[in-house]
């Protein structure tokens, strides 16, 4: 996995510059990007080199690969301190990762960025089930990933203008509307639904309806839950 895990931390590195990282915080990001896939080697090759879909128990030891790195470099006193950033490279902004299942509000920056570096260079690379997607194709199916809520927008931005593909406009998350993120905000601060028709001059039936398309889009289901979204998203100060 050497040109793999060097494609994963020359992206990374980039995004992290780009992100205003500091020198030093860029050299560790850049190490952990290094050895983000050590755990690998507690996963048979055979697994990996399989073309067709791998069952349940098989993608379960997929799985591990994340904790075996985090196992090795604990032991390793010079490189503990990568453990966390190098073994979260599959979680994923709405929690739904592995091995920990961190959400964003969980995951530093350097966690976010490592996961999408991985995830861009995976999708430019050859895979025995697949051909290597091109880097135009690659930055739409890694934006897609953003929208759906599953990686960090904004580090998937920066991978990709590391990657040396445009920076993509910053959209809305989840697919929300604009009218959307207004009652979102709104009801994140606490305004009941007639104040928020008031403010915005709509009923308070639309308003309902608003709610609605927001907590199917978001997958949360109280007010505390999308304002917590809205502070993930930057909606929010």
């Given at each position: 996995m050497l040109g793999h895990s060097?494609?994963?931390a020359a992206l990374a590195a980039g995004a992290g510059r780009l992100a205003g990282l500091d020198a030093a915080a860029v050299v560790e990001l850049r190490c952990a990007a290094l050895l983000h896939d050590l755990g690998r080697v507690g996963?048979?090759?055979?697994?990996?080199d399989r073309p067709g879909p791998l069952?349940?128990?098989e993608m379960e030891r997929v799985r591990m690969h994340t904790y075996w790195t985090q196992r090795v470099l604990d032991r390793?006193?010079?490189l503990a301190h990568l453990a966390p950033i190098a073994s979260a490279h599959h979680e994923r902004a709405d929690g739904t990762g592995y091995h920990r299942g961190d959400s964003s509000t969980q995951l530093p920056l350097a966690a976010r960025i490592l996961a999408a570096a991985d995830t861009f260079a995976a999708l430019t690379e050859p895979r025995a089930h697949r051909a290597?997607?091109?880097?135009q194709a690659a930055a739409e199916l890694l934006m897609k990933e953003a929208d759906d809520g599953t990686l960090d927008r904004q580090s998937c931005a920066l991978v990709i203008?590391?990657?040396?593909?445009p920076r993509p406009r910053q959209g809305l998350p989840a697919g929300l509307t604009e009218r959307e993120v207004e009652v979102l905000c709104l009801a994140a601060r606490g305004l009941r639904n007639r104040e928020i028709a008031e403010r915005?001059?709509?009923?308070?039936r639309t308003v309902g309806h608003h709610l609605a398309h927001i907590y199917n889009k978001t997958g949360r289901r109280t007010r505390a839950?999308?304002?917590?979204?809205?502070m993930e998203h930057g909606l929010l100060p």
């Open positions: 060097e494609h994963v996963v048979p090759s055979s697994i990996w069952g349940i128990a390793v006193p010079a290597a997607f091109d880097p203008e590391a990657a040396g593909q915005l001059r709509i009923s308070d839950g999308v304002a917590v979204f809205a």
